[in-house]
């Protein structure tokens, strides 16, 4: 693949895909939300037996019970939700929350992103995002890894270590108390897929734009139109052929994709004639087995 079509230019002026809720199969729901209460500062909502967690604005997560085991490796499915910050300052607030919570985590510089990794009380690994495509120029393999080239020209891995004194600079005192920012959102999901190939076909199919094709690493990574080119990633790290999570374990139920145009949505409903409705979403499974909605923004 020619190195312009891994790099972050040439793009739109933003996603014509987005998130709705995650759904989340849990063995505790009370549990698992004051988890998101307490730490990321979210409202909740009841329905039914579910809650639903999010912004004042907007529901972003919704947790239903179900599982009787943590998850376990080996299976297809979710490698990881994102929260994604509007900005450093919000960024910088939800790390002095962690800490001053004593809450494990993993601060990490991806360069095109800011990032930081903790997982839910049954094992799903969240990952908290800040967006920054302005420093990223574009990406090379070199052996069997990827190499990430800032817009400095330096040449970085594609994990390193967050600069903590960086990213405090922007910190407000008192912030951490805030609840969760109103443009606070589900801003990508990785997955863990049981074929690399089928499975770029399949969200190539659905609109998404191919950035990062790397089959040494088994890995690929999807735009949706705008600048920032992470929004679907995939990977086989955990088997090519892995079953997707059995029931009874705690998992993913499924996502919500939002079309902005009806085009789009008619095109990727079109694609797939599997995909069956319920009420407004289209129903749908990718080829490993992950359950996807989508709906018109």
Not at 32 to 41: D, H, I, K, V, Y
Not at 154 to 175: N, T
Not at 176 to 193: C, D, F, N, Q, R
Not at 195 to 212: C, I, K, V
Request: hydrophobic share 40%; glycine share 10%; charged share 20%.
């Amino acid at each position: 693949m020619p190195a312009s079509s891994l790099a972050g230019g040439n793009v739109a002026d933003h996603d014509l895909i987005t998130f709705g809720p995650v759904h989340l199969e849990v063995r505790n729901v009370e549990t698992t939300a004051r988890f998101w209460e307490s730490l990321f500062g979210f409202t909740r909502r009841t329905f039914g037996d579910s809650i639903e967690l999010g912004t004042e604005k907007e529901i972003l997560i919704v947790l239903h019970g179900g599982a009787t085991e943590p998850v376990r490796q080996g299976h297809s499915g979710l490698y990881h939700l994102a929260i994604h910050t509007p900005d450093q300052r919000d960024f910088a607030r939800l790390l002095k929350r962690f800490s001053d919570l004593r809450y494990p985590c993993s601060p990490t510089d991806h360069t095109f992103s800011k990032a930081i990794y903790l997982d839910d009380p049954d094992g799903i690994n969240i990952e908290v995002t800040l967006e920054t495509p302005e420093r990223f120029r574009t990406v090379r393999p070199v052996g069997n890894r990827l190499a990430f080239i800032g817009t400095d020209g330096i040449e970085r891995p594609g994990s390193y270590p967050l600069d903590l004194q960086e990213i405090y600079q922007s910190y407000k005192p008192g912030s951490e108390l805030e609840a969760a920012h109103p443009a606070t959102k589900v801003g990508h999901i990785h997955l863990y897929v049981a074929d690399l190939e089928r499975s770029r076909d399949f969200y190539t199919g659905l609109g998404f734009e191919l950035a990062r094709w790397w089959p040494p690493m088994q890995v690929a990574d999807f735009g949706a139109g705008g600048a920032f080119k992470h929004r679907i990633a995939i990977n086989t790290w955990q088997g090519i052929g892995a079953p997707v999570h059995p029931q009874g374990m705690a998992r993913m139920r499924y996502f919500e994709l939002r079309f902005e145009t009806m085009e789009g949505l008619s095109a990727a409903v079109n694609a797939n004639p599997s995909a069956r409705s319920l009420g407004v979403a289209h129903v749908l499974q990718d080829p490993s087995g992950i359950e996807l909605r989508l709906v018109r923004a």
